[in-house]
């Protein structure tokens, strides 16, 4: 039977994990509402290229293309980031249950401690990836209005 003494330790070894969830869930609140506004502007586009002629039209086909890709690497991001929440989630499941019924299990708790990072690391590089893309798009609006 599981007493306040032994479950202390458990709860001690699970804030970690759960500190990770919690900035996760704000990486993917930013994330979703860079997502939303990629896809509003990328419908914009296309009903306002569907009127458009020659360069004007070219161009906001390039502004849709440049957006699409951006879109991609955030759903990348998004992707990884749930994965590594994920990865969070089972390691303090398995904290408990281990306790639970009385055996170790290090290395589930290594393999999705590693997993969470990695895959933390993994969604902020697509994320930085998708920062770089817009300024790179910016810079190329720019050198066209001078």
Known sequence: MMTTTSITPILQLAV??????SAVGLILLTLNNR?????????????ES???????KKKMESEISVIYRRAEF???AIVFSIASALASSVLIISLFI???FGFEITWLYS???IAALGCLIVGLVYFIRDVNS???ALRMELEERD
């Open 74 to 76: 955030i759903r990348y």
């Open 50 to 56: 569907d009127a458009a002629t020659g360069t004007i």
């Open 134 to 136: 817009g300024l790179v």
């Open 111 to 113: 393999l999705c401690f």
């Open 16 to 21: 970690s994990p759960a500190i990770l969830i």
């Open 35 to 47: 997502m939303v506004a990629s896809i509003s502007r990328a419908r914009l586009l296309v009903r």
């Open 98 to 100: 281990a306790t639970l």
